[in-house]
């Protein structure tokens, strides 16, 4: 079988833990370099392996990893700050345009976690992994918000929600 692969220059902190990885459990494995500098990262053929346009990327076989909750998580934490905490806690009001500014940001993960999922029940595959589990309580907020409708235009994405909240995985 041929070695992994994994998208990145060696010098990133993103790319090293992988690489950590991957020493760790003794596996095979090539460094593609990227050249961040002139934007490659951010075009096809990179876009293609990672549509965040980040890096690393993983790929292994048929199967590559890009998913990071991170796009999420950075979207959901000023929703929910706004929808819970200010409230809540601070007895003040929401600010919808910081909310709505990062439903925005919301939906573009969406659509990349839609494009994954509409190919496997999971965003690393056929099996529950942390990729999952790490969305659970920032998803839990957005159910438990007044936007969890953006989830309507997602259908896998929603239907993902759904199991991992279910706790049928």
């Not at 048929?62 to 809540?88: G, N, W, Y």
């Not at 942390?130 to 969305?135: M, N, R, Y």
Request: one cysteine or more.
């Amino acid at each position: 079988m041929a070695p992994a692969k994994v998208y990145g220059p060696v010098m990133s902190t993103n790319v090293l833990r992988i690489l950590l990885c991957l020493e760790e459990v003794g596996a095979e494995y090539e460094v593609v370099p990227v050249d961040m500098s002139t934007g490659e990262h951010k075009r096809p053929p990179h876009t293609a392996l990672n549509p965040f346009g980040q890096v690393p990327a993983f790929q292994d076989g048929d199967l590559t990893l890009f998913v990071e909750s991170k796009h999420f998580d950075i979207a959901m934490s000023p929703i929910i700050f706004q929808c819970f905490i200010i409230p809540m806690f601070k007895g003040g009001a929401t600010d919808m345009a910081v909310v709505n500014e990062n439903i925005e940001k919301l939906k573009k993960a969406l659509e990349v976690y839609e494009a994954q999922l509409s190919k496997s029940k999971y965003l690393a595959g056929d099996f529950i992994s942390l990729a999952d589990i790490s969305h659970f309580p920032t998803i839990y907020y957005l159910l438990a918000s007044a936007h969890a409708s953006v989830l309507e235009a997602y259908p896998h994405a929603k239907a993902w929600v759904a199991d991992i909240m279910r706790g049928q995985v």
